[in-house]
């Protein structure tokens, strides 16, 4: 059952380098750089997002995913989810209203997976970029790179899938859209949807907690996917795989990495999502269909690159 | 606020011919017909649309549509729905489970603008159309025509838009996603969205009441939307207007007319809408852009010819 | 029998004010501003182009087009030409080396419908803009507007189209690849190529001697002519009609006008011809579809607005 | 200097099993089987050509490449070509008109390279295939698989390139469109033209004769490309590589395999070429970029598999 999540609100990431990582997210990708604060993170955004920003980056020493969160609908069910979560026994952390500019509070608590997720219910609404409110246009025109339009969501890797399903469809009123199932039916993949995407955030099975696989963004079209490749391939960016097709979700697809090794993928098009809808399965014999419907063979690298 | 209603569920539509009718929808559309009933009305989906049907065909003296309806998640959300229908005003009838073949019990109520709507909960699932439900392909080989892939809104024209603005978001929990304001601030279109798309269903202002514009359906992608013009031009099917985009919406789409006289769309692409978002506000003064972003114009026809 | 005739090399177009123009042909089409001259001529081409340039501009009192001429393989075949365009008749004028900038001598002729054409042999090669020689990208990533990415054609009208088959077939060794027949055969449009390309110049029959239809530049595919269509729209540029498709050459295309009132058109995709290929032939009765494929009719502003 | 040589017109293939075979270039590539004959062999042609058949397939113990044949003009220019190749001191061969059905007599001949050419000016035309010859539509309604539209060029793998440049250039009149130069100028592989398609025929450098590398079929567009490498993975059709792009010639494409080995290419877009245009070089320290535009590295499968 819903509960109010609505959609990935922001992904904060780790980079080795805020000036190189610009020349990816923003340069490359093509999102909006919005802002910075005292402690020297860079808030972005893609052009079609109406809140304020969705990617945060923070110079470290490690590359990697701080934390994931999500916008819920108003404060009432904010507050309804963080009591839910206290009562599914999460250890919720809150973090003050303006810790990340122009964001309302955050509760923040670990998956079972152990990624940090936070739950918000307001952020300023700058509106889409580079259009006028009333009457707008079809799209802004002095846009760059790979023209991303807005954060899609993102992947990670961790341990305890059927903890995550748990807390994501009983706790936090998520979907389970899609999974891979092996022989015996354990899980070793799980999406889900809190809208009519085909994934909000999915996770891969892996032996090792919290790991970050990639953050994606969203595209228009198939002939976007291609002038994505082209970028990259202009701007020798290391390359992971496509473009393609994903069998899980159907989405069209390039994944590339970002300076600091973390994966960004570019995707477009795929399967929409309704709460009635059954559970998509795959089997992992299909494994490799289910992720590159194309080769319908995994490269090593996707599934043991992490960060 | 959201109460539950997810998507159109299906649409009734009067046509003088059902065979004329199937060639239109069935064989140029590419919707796959599922099933007929005693009464002879005809069942037709699109193909990832996991739901048994979506358009009702029924032969009639006169074309238009006999009532559109939407898909709630559960029985508790119907009856709920039915009591917020009562407190607010509207005459219920409930329409027993089984009159639509596969459907459970419908309630149908008026909307101000004199059409006829339905809210329901259940209906057989029986999966997107020639796929396995493990491990599915990306689509089905055997596909005709258009090969459109849902129903995804209809555009109806009517009287009293400020009362359907009341009734849909105060009542049924749908966004006004985007509207039309003459100089004065009345409203002159209103697009309602129960989901993350622009509209579900949509209102312009019009003297007489309960009057159909059109059935929309979904397409992939920009090529296929060329693809269906050509397709209407191989088959002499009377052309509205297209191919184009919507300045509202910023859809990309075609118009034409079913042998009876009812306009079609098939359409792709466009903005999306979530709950938190401020409703687009286009202006009269702007009227042909919102309406067709090329032309910039209006064509007569689009506004007077209505069933 | 081909002559060596290759491609239309460029094209001279009046215009009423040339900085007005270049904001049209420069920004918006997005044709690479390559040169200027002492009579304030601005030299353009499209990025693909390896000849230094395919558009001149010309500022006048009176909108149209002063030539068109077409690039042929070298000074013998050019020599042989020139001599086949006496023994045919025709009135040859040789316009000197450098009167265009980087352009060889040229020999100039009118054509029965009035035109006056160009053959030439040299110009100078400053080869596809932004991309470097060796290993060359796949594309320039500074293009702006609708990226055109060449002069491809233009269409001419004018009274002696039978006079023009003699001229290009017989003189000029082009093949008639597409022609509109009306009821007792005669020649209502005529569309030559000297290449594999459906036409590199056309022409309809019109009373008025010497009129410019459209100059014509090629994009890639039909996601570009929904692109230049979104930029015409945010530009406030005149539309004539579009984006659709023609049945003659079966394009994919747009048509608008330059501040001074010349018809430009980009388009993508459609036949290809060899010089094997049976004359494709259209009848007056289905001028509308031949013309306009999905409308099946033709706009009044399309037959009479010229320059 | 051009001689009259226009197109591809015909590849003979050796298959294992010619309904095996059948399955994959009608069905899947889409090809129309337009005939057979008494030894058995099947003739396809690609819907948009206009001579009666471009692909003819012989049931052999080992797949690979019998001969591939370029259409001329007219029978003076093949008679001119013919006693160019034997001053050339090409040892000539004449094939009998009817030796393939509705085919003239051929001249066959054998490249540097060691594979089998062949010439002919005379093929029955049977026009494009499913549509009318006046007033065509855009493309017929009943095509299969992937749609390709016309057999486009062969890649073969052979010891003499520059034996080839100068049968091709000297003799043939091709222009050497593209190449791939080692750092001491020798050539690693050819591309030839005798359009203004950027290859007819391509050559890569391997130590061993008459190797076939692929045969090529046009595609529309990207789109379509998508469409094909789906219609492989639910096939279960042996993949080699993409959807991706090359870096010479820029088209967009995907390789994949027939039950026999032998390698199959559709591909669409890519660089125009004319005679009078330099030729485009790579290095091959780009050898990687050169191939396969995205990856920018080959896969060892695409230099080593052969047929």
Same sequence: chains 1, 2, 3, 4.
């Avoid at 309804?80 to 999460?90: C, I, K, P, S, T």
């Avoid at 739950?119 to 006028?132: H, I, P």
């Avoid at 092996?182 to 889900?192: L, Y």
Wanted: hydrophobic share 35%; proline share 4%; with cysteine.
């Amino acid at each position: 059952m819903r509960k109010g999540v609505m959609r990935p609100g922001h992904i904060q990431i780790r980079v080795l380098d805020i000036e190189e990582a610009l020349k990816h997210y923003r340069d490359l990708i093509g999102l909006i750089e919005v802002d910075r604060d005292d402690v020297g993170r860079v808030y972005l955004k893609g052009w079609t997002e109406v809140d304020k920003f969705s990617i945060v980056l923070r110079e470290a020493d490690e590359p990697g995913m701080d934390f994931v969160s999500y916008k819920v609908i108003d404060n009432a069910a904010l507050d309804r989810l963080e009591q839910d979560l206290r009562d599914y026994g999460a250890e919720v952390t809150e973090i003050p209203a303006g810790e990340l500019k122009g964001c309302g509070r955050r509760i923040r608590f670990k998956a079972p997976t152990g990624h940090n997720l936070e739950l918000f219910a307001e952020k300023e609404q700058t509106g889409k970029w580079g259009l006028t409110d009333r009457n707008p246009e079809a799209w802004p025109r002095n846009l760059t790179g790979m023209r991303a339009t807005r954060f899609d969501h993102c992947l990670l890797y961790g341990d305890d899938l059927e903890g995550n399903v748990k807390l994501f469809t009983e706790v936090l009123g998520f979907d389970l859209a899609e999974q891979v199932l092996d022989p015996e039916g354990n899980k070793a993949a799980v999406f889900f949807s809190c809208s009519s995407k085909a994934h909000d955030v999915a996770f891969i099975g892996h032996p090792e907690k919290d790991k970050f696989h990639h953050a994606s963004f969203w595209l228009d079209n198939w002939q976007d996917v291609l002038r994505a490749a082209d970028l990259i391939s202009m701007t020798d960016t290391p390359l992971d795989i496509g473009p393609t097709r994903h069998g899980l979700t159907h989405g069209q697809t390039i994944y590339f990495f970002d300076p600091s090794g973390n994966r960004s993928e570019v995707f477009c098009g795929g399967d929409y999502h309704y709460p009635d809808h059954p559970t998509v399965t795959w089997d992992t014999g299909e494994l490799g269909k289910a992720i590159f419907y194309h080769t319908r063979e995994i490269n090593e690298r996707f599934l043991t690159v992490l960060t």
